[in-house]
Nanobody, 116 residues
């Protein structure tokens, strides 16, 4: 029911930055935890960052110090600021909407390619 759309991916050179956006439909955005995951070719989907409904954020060790997650409830949007990008960051980045309960909503992903 909740529609999730990621945007902002693209091809960038190592060391550059990207900011991903994820918008979710509905009127209860502020009650949801929001998270970013990524999946590289041949690998399992892995956690990248989460920001809770209380604006508490955590970032995976692989992105610690480089990535930051934030949210703008007025825009129903969560952001992933990615700095100092590395080739290892290449993946499809997925937004996960986590309302109360067990049912989560996934976007279709946005491709991030970090290459020279």
């Amino acid at each position: 029911q909740v529609q999730v759309v990621e945007s902002g991916g693209g091809l960038v050179q190592p060391g550059r930055s990207l900011r991903l956006s994820c918008t979710a439909s509905g009127s209860s955005f502020g009650s949801y935890d929001m998270a970013w995951y990524r999946q590289a070719p041949g690998k399992q989907r892995e956690f990248v960052a989460r920001i809770t409904r209380l604006h508490s954020a955590n970032v995976a060790d692989s992105a610690k110090g480089r990535f930051a997650i934030s949210r703008d409830n007025a825009k129903n949007t969560v952001y992933l600021q990615m700095n100092s990008l590395k080739p290892e960051d290449t993946a499809v980045y997925y937004c996960n909407v986590e309302p109360p309960g067990l049912y989560h909503y996934w976007g279709r992903g946005t491709q991030v390619t970090v290459s020279s």
